[in-house]
Every structure is written in C-alpha cells, then in structure tokens.
C-alpha cells in the first residue's frame, strides 16, 4: 500500500472526527461529527460534497432532535457516521449518546439512526432504527442487512451482538458474539460470516471470531496482540484490507496519545501492516472508497496537524481540536 496524498479537507479548530465516506451519483460525499471535544455535548453532523475529491463543499450540518427529557433544541450529535450504498439509494448509519447519565459514556442510553437519500442532496431525517446498542457499521448481504451492535448489560459488561434487518430499518437481535464494543463483520468464502473485535478488557488485543451458518454459534479464530480501535474493512484489488488505530501496547488504552492511523492486509486470520498513515493523537475512524482507476480514498481524522506548547498526554488530547484528512492510496 502506498501513500499518494494526503490533503486536510476540514478544520475549524474544533474537535472533528468519526468519518464516513461514498461515492454516489456522480459525487463524492464525506460525513463526520464536530464538536467541542470528543466526547462533548452538542455537536452535529457535517457533510460535504465534491465531485473531484479535492474541492470539497459544505453541504449541510445535521443534529438529532432533543427528547422530551431535555429541554427544547438542546443539540445531539450523530456519532461514528457510516456511509451504505445500496446503488439505488444511499444511507448514513450513525449513533446519539444522550448527555444524560453517568460520566461513563458506555453506562448513557444511545440511540442508533440512519438517514435516506436518493440524489445525495435531499436527505431525510435522522431516523431511529434501535434503542439500547450502538449497530456498527451495518452490511447488506445475501439479500438481508446485518451488522454488530454493542451494549452494555448489567453483570456481563460491553457485549458484541449480532443484528439483522430485512430493510435496514427494523432491526431484531440475533445471538450474542463475544465481549467488547466496536466490531466490524467480514462475510469470508464459503459462507463463513467473521467478526473483528475490539475488546473491553486487557490486554485489549483485536480479537477475531467466527461462525458458519445459521450464524448462531460464534468461536474465536484468533487473537492479534495488537490494540487495534475503529476497525474498518474494504475490499480492493482481490484483498481486505482493515483500517484503524494502533495504540502502543504499553500504554493505557484510554490514553490514545500514541495511537496511529494504521492499515493492515488480512492474511488468513492475521493482519499484515501495510501502512501507517500521518496521524497522532485522537486519530483513525476511516471511511473508503474505491476509484475506477483502482485507487483508494480513505477519510480519517487526527491532531498531528495541531500545533502545541505540550505533549498531548499532559493536554488531555480527546479534548483538543482534531481535522479531517483524505488520503488517496494505492494497493
């Protein structure tokens, strides 16, 4: 994997992150959240369009609307966007945490959307699709919708799911997979439906888990001793490729200063490190696309861009102000 460029798309000294992105009717489209700091209150969703990938136009900002609990207009974000092309048609999957609850984000009600739009300019509402667990970055195959949520439940802690839908909007829970959070699923030949996991617990290593059809019974395949947070797959030149962050295994994985934008070649049930991409600090949350040509477009946010009087560990770096990047790549 090579890096051919890289170019700052967004930065407004806030704090922007949890990118989507898709191409669709002509258009190049990027959606991410941009707020305060990364876990504020009151951010929104911002999405811009282009039709050559390098000159970008704001398009629209976009915020859930507040529940009866709140008071009227109070903003609530749309989290880790993810882009569905379904060709006729193209979605936004994205989750709200409410502001209400306990200062453990995992312990707040959340609330997973979709938005609709059949141009990519006309969009609908953000949409209410699932109370409860966060669906992660939802897939269609074989004719229905699937994806991993995660929640956390009571004596048990964050647990991976699997979810199903017949349309992408009624969702149903399948069968639980393992522990952790964020988990992005790979259909393998031969009917095989994988899991990539990020784990809760420590050592926190990426864990991956099978099962064969019904998809009721998982196993664990491996466990890659990395940390390895946002994974994100694609499909490209008749390899996957997973995206994400890679914090240094010595460090807390909840202090993410060290972590780096990275991008490994799945090999079996290991990774292969194919490229590590300018980034540091709160970083990673990719969104892709493949070109005609056979490129690569893969959207991401960082910090390394930020000018600072102090190393990000002693500044608390999710609070400090993070932009969005696209870079162009080739297999």
């Keep these: 994997m090579k890096l051919l460029s890289l170019t700052k798309v967004f930065g407004n000294g806030e704090h922007n992150a949890f990118t989507g992105l898709a191409e669709f009717r002509g258009a190049y489209h990027l959606a991410f959240r941009s707020g305060e700091t990364h876990g504020s209150e009151g951010g929104c969703q911002i999405r811009l369009t282009s039709t050559n990938a390098r000159d970008w136009t704001f398009c629209q900002k976009t915020a859930f609307p507040s529940p009866p609990d709140l008071p009227p207009g109070t903003p609530m974000d749309l989290r880790d966007n993810y882009f569905l092309n379904l060709e006729s048609e193209l979605r ?35 949409r209410e699709i699932h109370s409860g667990a966060v669906l992660w970055k939802p897939i269609f195959w074989e004719g229905s919708f699937w994806c991993a949520g995660y929640r956390r439940i009571p004596g048990k802690g964050l647990t991976v799911e699997l979810y199903t839908s017949e349309d992408g909007f009624r969702w149903s829970r399948r069968c639980p997979i393992a ?37 009721e019974h998982w196993r664990k395949s491996t466990t890659v001793p990395k940390i390895i947070q946002s994974p994100h797959l694609m ?11 890679e914090i240094p295994s010595h460090v807390s994985s909840k202090q993410p200063h060290l972590s780096r934008a990275k991008i490994w070649l799945v090999e079996g049930t290991g990774l292969h490190e194919v490229l590590e991409l300018p980034s540091l600090g709160d970083t990673s949350y990719f969104g892709t696309v493949v070109q005609t040509e056979g490129t690569i477009l893969a959207s991401y946010y960082s910090q390394h861009e930020r000018e600072t009087t102090a190393p990000l560990e002693t500044r608390g770096g999710n609070e400090k102000p993070a932009d969005i990047f696209l870079a162009k790549l080739q297999p």
């Design 92 to 126: 936004i999957y994205s989750f709200v945490l409410s502001p209400l609850g306990p200062n453990d984000a995992y312990l707040r009600p959340t609330t997973s959307t979709v938005q609709v739009s059949s141009d990519g300019v006309r969009w609908s509402p953000p």
């Design 235 to 245: 499909q490209a030149a008749g390899h996957t490729y997973l995206f994400g962050r």
């Design 179 to 215: 522990t952790g959070n964020e988990t992005v699923l790979d259909p393998r030949p031969g009917g095989v439906l994988r899991a990539y996991i990020r784990t809760q617990d420590a050592p926190h290593h990426l864990e991956i888990w099978e099962s064969d059809s019904p998809y």
